[in-house]
């Protein structure tokens, strides 16, 4: 068949290592060939030319059927690299701009895996996290900044339109799933106007998909049951806020933030969906080769499923699975971990 459009971007840290690792998994696993391009974004580039995501490279990127990101962002407090610019710069931007409104997370704990739960039972549940609204969308200020008098407002944005489309591909995801079990995450007993949004619509949606079953939870309750019962989830739909920190505590319940993958999916395919880990740049291990490119080649597995290529996805995810059931806690190089998965692709 013809061939893919992949836009690629390694980014800062251990975004280019793991990178390197997903791109020789997703080329031993693929059906279809791949026509990459790389693209330069992320700290080195803004801080050699001051560009973090140029508009004309914005409408190439534009033009992929898919792109497969590293990580973002410089070392912690570099005096040069003014905080966000390029998470909202460039992660943001490239997730708003392309309208990638469900940020799919997955959390399963493999069997051989340690997790740090004494008990954890049969962990395997999806994150469905809203991409494009809440308090990432920049809306607020600050006033009388550096006087006792400073007042500074995030203003968390959400819209009946973008909490719809959310909440009814979350239900359609419950829906394909065993257990069919749906859990709406919030806090509407204090952020009450978001929250009566969250869970109307949740009800609302609810009637389309009699099968499924409706739980709720207060957001600081499901730090208790992430710690006590993970098993209970199956699939959580939340906003962006909580559920990027949901995702951080459920990736280290299953085996650490190196496994944990991600896809920032565009469902309407009206542009090319993104596929990351969940983790960031990690300055403190970064060109030690020292990274686990897990994370990456499972975020290539859900590229390669979004695309239609079912099989492909499965035969990594198959090759994972056989890696970390060997893993024997002896180091290996980013390099090596990847080689390895590379060589159990059936
Ligand atoms: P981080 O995820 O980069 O690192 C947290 C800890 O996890 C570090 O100790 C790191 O060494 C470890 N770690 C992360 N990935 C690993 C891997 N694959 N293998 C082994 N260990 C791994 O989070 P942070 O330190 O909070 O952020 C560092 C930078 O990354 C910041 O600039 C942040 O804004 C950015 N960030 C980017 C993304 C992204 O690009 N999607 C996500 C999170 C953070
Ligand atoms: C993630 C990251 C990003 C987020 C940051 C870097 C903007 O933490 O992908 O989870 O908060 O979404
Ligand atoms: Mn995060």
Known sequence: SSSLKLAVIPGDGIGPEVT?????????????????????????????TGEVLPDSVLAEIRDHDAILLGAVGGKPNDPNLPPGILERGLLLKLRFALDHYVNLRPSKLYPGVTSPLAAPGEVDFVVVREGTEGL??????????????????EVSVNTAFGVERVV???????????????????????????????????????????????????????????????????????????????????????????????????PDRTAPSMFEPVHGSAPDIAGQQKADP?????????????????????????????????????????????????????
């Open 294 to 346: 897990t994370a990456a080649i499972s975020s290539a597995a859900l590229l390669l499923d979004h695309l239609g290529h079912a099989d492909a996805a499965a035969r990594i995810d198959a090759a994972v699975l056989a890696d970390l059931s060997s893993r024997d806690g002896s180091p290996r190089r980013t390099s090596q971990i990847g080689d390895a998965i590379v060589a159990r692709l059936a």
């Open 136 to 153: 990432y969308t920049g809306n607020g200020g600050a006033m009388r900044v550096g006087t006792p008098h400073e007042v500074a407002t």
């Open 20 to 48: 390197a690792e997903a791109l020789k998994v997703l080329e031993a696993a693929s059906p279809v060939k791949f026509e990459q391009t790389t693209y330069d974004l992320g700290a080195e580039r803004y801080l050699r």
């Open 168 to 266: 009814r591909d979350a239900f359609a995801r419950a829906q394909r799933r065993p257990r069919k079990k749906l859990t709406l995450v919030h806090k509407t007993n204090v952020l009450v106007n978001a929250g009566s949004l969250w869970w109307r619509i949740t009800q609302e949606v609810a009637q389309e998909f009699p099968e499924v079953t409706v739980d709720y939870l207060h957001i600081d309750a499901v730090m208790i049951f992430m710690a006590t019962d993970p098993a209970r989830f199956d699939v959580i739909v939340t906003d962006n806020i909580f559920g990027d920190i949901i995702t951080d505590l459920a990736a280290a319940i299953t085996g650490g933030i190196g496994l944990a993958a991600s896809g920032n999916v565009n």
